[in-house]
């Protein structure tokens, strides 16, 4: 390979050598240096031997790596003392401890690519780190951000660009800015999955009966004494008991059983969290500071809960357009050609800025741009319409049910979604949306699918029970817990250096959205759904190439989901997980809205 021909001339092998030579020569007596790598993407050839050679000869005692090779076709040196790989599937490294002529341990040299809304891969590879005694590790594609200042806002705060702000036309956009933490050393909600996913304590239930737990120290020299455990037992996001359990003397790599005096209620969402906290003050963190944590769901009986009210009249006005149907304190307009509510009047106050609208399409992530972005704009995902091909209603007791049957698709695109949905509006004003979806089988899987809509910037509140506080997703939920939450939606997009999808809370049960009189929207689903409130558009995000690039906020952009599909590190990884993919051919979406 032409990659290769610098590895493979003679002319270079002084120059290689020399920089291998002065590496070993200058780092030898560093306690810290547990492997010399001959190089990094630079092919492989004779001088690349050479200076492997000499290493190994240099310091015997020490191990020696190198990964390059494999992308260009050959198989690891069988010299080197490792197996190195970067951004393997997770099927590869399976498959990598099942093949019995390999003996060598396995370092992955780059992994989780950081780059934008991402990684949501942490747990898995740990999950084969764990399970392997041979994988020894592996090494976060990167620390920090890489970016440069470009000037200065109006409240004298640096700003930051990337590829492209300067002039140049030779750049690789944003992709250097993929670090755990920003270029102020901020970090980052990937690099809290980080902590989480090989924080050095692992817990299993024993007996939620008998309030029995195994802790794992997953420490390999000291004892886990220098923590102190605690927990807190809540209901529907409330804390109703609480205890602290203290410093659990377990040695390195040992379990032991711990109790819980609590008694926990037999209906209802109920969670255990324990917290593990710093005795001391450390280097790096003060006493106090969460090194891990752990959440149980305490299995309970579903209870089915109904409302009861007084009916009240209820009527419905039909044009060629629209169906409006008033109750004693709310008038909400049914747009027949759309399927959905164009407004929701509340004690004469209008709850929606723009029309409720079905939604499939996400701001791109960098992650989506890497393969899924092209060919979901060329099925037309982007530009999708909805179109209702049939609307009927009746009235019936103290309600109105919305018959709609709509399908899905893009101009010169055939129809990929077929919808069935019923909306039922009670007297009260309470919308119980229940819609059927049935997916194309030649479409591609879905970036989402919901409903979304506009609400003025007024409605500035959000609270909600679900994963927070930190955005969540279907993979990227490990730094998060079920609770409940309270935020301003100004504060709800994530700090990356390119705007995309982000902000997103994953499972949640419900989601409420108000403005400083408390009025606003509640929306509800037994089965939980992804719920976000942004103060931008996608087509917003997508249109800004910096964060301060974005329109001062004009509305708040509420959507509920069925689900999302993952996020994901394809940017520099493996393809999003078939399991993470929004790839069901049919499902029904449920959700309940109602006015505060």
């Known amino acids: 390979s032409q990659y290769g021909i610098i590895a493979q001339d003679e002319t270079f092998e002084k120059p290689i050598l020399d920089r291998v030579i002065r590496l070993v020569e200058r780092d030898k007596n560093r306690p810290c240096v547990l492997l010399w790598s001959i190089g990094n993407e630079a ?44 951004y393997p599937t997770f099927d590869w490294c399976e498959e990598y401890f099942e093949n019995q002529t390999e003996k060598r341990p396995l370092v992955l040299c780059e992994f989780s690519h950081v780059l934008g809304n991402s990684p949501g891969d942490f747990k898995e590879y740990w999950d084969i780190i764990y399970a392997h005694p041979r994988f020894a590790g592996a090494f976060v594609w990167e620390w920090c951000d890489q970016q440069f200042p470009v000037g200065k806002n109006e409240k004298g705060e640096t700003l930051y660009g990337y590829g492209g702000d300067f002039g140049e036309t030779v750049h690789f956009s944003n992709f250097c800015v993929d670090g755990l933490v920003s270029v102020n050393r901020e970090p980052s909600v990937g690099l809290k999955e980080y902590k989480n996913v090989i924080q050095p304590v692992k817990m299993e239930v024993q007996s939620f009966e008998d309030g029995l737990f195994k802790v794992t120290n997953l420490y390999d020299f000291i004892y886990l004494s220098r923590l102190e455990c605690s927990w807190k037992l809540t209901l529907e996001g409330k804390v109703i008991d609480s205890g602290v359990i203290g410093a659990i003397p377990i040695p390195p790599q040992r379990t032991e059983t711990i109790r819980v005096n609590a008694k926990f209620p037999n209906t209802g969402n109920c969670y255990l ?37 007084d009916a009240k009249p209820i009527a419905v006005t039909e044009t060629e357009r629209t169906l409006i149907v008033k109750g004693e304190k709310f008038a909400y307009h049914f747009n027949k050609f759309t399927g959905a509510f164009d407004q929701l009047e509340v004690d004469q106050h209008p709850m929606l800025l723009e029309p409720m609208r079905y939604n499939l399409w996400r701001a791109v992530t960098d992650n989506d741009r890497e393969n899924m972005e092209a060919l979901w704009r060329d099925i037309g995902y982007d530009r999708y319409v909805c179109e209702t091909r049939n609307v009927q209603w009746e009235q019936k007791d103290d309600c109105v049910i919305i018959q709609v049957l709509a399908k899905m698709g893009a101009v010169s695109r055939r129809c990929y979604l077929d919808l069935t949905a019923q909306w039922t509006i009670n007297s009260l004003g309470m919308i119980d949306m229940q819609t059927n979806v049935s997916v194309d089988e030649k479409a591609l899987y879905l970036p989402r699918f919901g409903i979304c809509m506009a609400m003025d910037k007024a409605f500035d509140t959000i609270e909600y029970f679900g994963f927070g506080p ?7 939920h490990n730094s998060s817990y079920m609770g409940r939450f309270r935020a301003n939606v100004n504060t709800m997009l994530a700090d990356n250096a390119r705007p995309q999808e982000s902000g997103n809370h994953y499972k949640t049960l419900w989601g409420t959205v108000y403005n400083a009189q408390k009025q606003g929207l509640l929306y509800q689903s037994d089965l939980g759904f992804d719920f976000s409130v942004l103060p931008w558009s996608a087509k917003e995000l997508e249109a800004a190439k910096h964060v301060y690039d974005l329109p001062e906020p004009s509305k708040t952009v509420v ?38």
């Not at 280097?283 to 305490?298: L, M, R, S």
């Not at 930190?470 to 990227?476: G, L, V």
């Open 43 to 86: 092919g492989w050839g004779q001088n690349s031997i050479k200076a492997l050679q000499w290493t190994k000869q240099r310091d015997p005692d020490r191990l020696t790596h190198y990964e390059n090779v494999p992308c260009h076709g050959t198989d690891t040196p069988p010299d080197t003392d490792v197996v190195s790989r970067m």
């Open 273 to 309: 969290r324990f917290s593990f906290k710093q005795l001391e003050d450390t280097a790096w963190a003060d006493a106090g500071h969460e090194v891990a944590f752990v959440q149980f769901k305490v299995q309970t009986q579903d209870v089915v809960q109904t409302v009861t009210y």
């Open 470 to 476: 930190n955005e969540s997703y279907i993979d990227k």
């Open 559 to 596: 959507c509920a989901d069925y689900r999302q599909s993952g996020v994901g590190s394809n940017a520099c990884g493996p393809e999003l997980p078939e399991k993470y993919r929004l790839k069901e051919k049919e499902f029904t979406f449920r959700l309940k809205i109602r006015p505060l």
